[in-house]
């Protein structure tokens, strides 16, 4: 599916801010529902990084959600980050198997058909995540809010907490004006760097290393 994502992310220094977050939504007259998966993201690039020269991104994602395991493909497009609102084109393709090599085989012939660049195609880092979403229903909007525990592993490993607030459907002024409020109240300061762009800066960062 091609679609376009719109999303505010905010820093997280310490899981104490997840609880800010949390109690500032008490506020709101909204419906939430939650639910936990377990994601392991891990991206390709080609060996001369064609994609990453793009500032573009292939994901291969493994979710794994109440005892069931799926994969998808994502490939985004550059992200542009204002103010902590980040906004790319992205297409996302379900992979119709639940075993990872199959998995792989179905995503290298995927991203093939998607980019002519997607070739010889080499996993360069990883990002696991336990993450909780609050599925957010407001009356003109609906929208997701994600509290993400990561260990980015680059040849170097880090951990990162972040939350994520996206817009799935409705009126897109009424979900901006929410996540302004939400980040006013719970005091939330817009991210810097997302995860993707921390693990390409820990591969540079080992490059002038060595």
Same mark, same amino acid.
């Given at each position: 599916?091609?679609?376009?994502?719109?999303?505010?992310?905010?820093? $997280?220094?310490?899981?104490?801010?997840?609880?800010?977050?949390?109690?500032?939504?008490?506020?709101?007259?909204?419906?939430?529902?939650?639910?936990?998966?377990?994601?392991?993201?891990?991206?390709?690039?080609?060996?001369?990084?064609?994609?990453?020269?793009?500032?573009?991104?292939?994901?291969?994602?493994?979710?794994?959600?109440?005892?069931?395991?799926?994969?998808?493909?994502?490939?985004?497009?550059?992200?542009? $980050?204002?103010?902590?609102?980040?906004?790319?084109?992205?297409?996302?393709?379900?992979?119709?198997?639940?075993?990872?090599?199959?998995?792989?085989?179905?995503?290298?012939?995927?991203?093939?058909?998607?980019?002519?660049?997607?070739?010889?195609?080499?996993?360069?880092?990883?990002?696991?995540?336990?993450?909780?979403?609050?599925?957010?229903?407001?009356?003109?909007?609906?929208?997701?809010?994600?509290?993400?525990?990561?260990?980015?592993?680059?040849?170097?490993?880090?951990?990162?907490?972040?939350?994520?607030?996206?817009?799935?459907?409705?009126?897109?002024?009424?979900?901006?004006?929410?996540?302004?409020?939400?980040?006013?109240?719970?005091?939330?300061?817009?991210?810097?760097?997302?995860?993707?762009?921390?693990?390409?800066?820990?591969?540079?960062?080992?490059?002038?290393?060595?």
């Amino acid at each position: 599916m091609t679609d376009k994502e719109t999303e505010f992310k905010w820093q $997280i220094a310490d899981r104490t801010d997840f609880d800010k977050i949390k109690k500032a939504l008490l506020l709101f007259d909204c419906a939430c529902g939650f639910s936990a998966p377990n994601l392991l993201d891990t991206y390709f690039d080609t060996p001369d990084c064609a994609l990453s020269a793009e500032k573009a991104a292939l994901r291969l994602r493994r979710i794994r959600l109440a005892g069931q395991t799926r994969y998808e493909l994502t490939f985004k497009s550059a992200t542009s $980050i204002v103010d902590g609102l980040a906004q790319r084109r992205e297409i996302t393709v379900p992979l119709n198997s639940a075993n990872r090599e199959e998995a792989i085989k179905l995503f290298r012939a995927k991203a093939a058909e998607l980019n002519p660049k997607a070739l010889n195609l080499k996993a360069i880092f990883s990002i696991g995540n336990k993450r909780k979403i609050c599925h957010i229903k407001a009356k003109d909007f609906e929208g997701e809010l994600s509290f993400d525990d990561c260990l980015i592993k680059a040849r170097r490993r880090k951990k990162m907490l972040e939350a994520e607030f996206e817009f799935k459907k409705g009126e897109m002024s009424s979900f901006k004006k929410f996540a302004a409020l939400l980040a006013e109240r719970a005091g939330l300061k817009a991210a810097v760097k997302s995860k993707v762009a921390t693990a390409r800066a820990l591969l540079a960062e080992d490059k002038i290393d060595v």
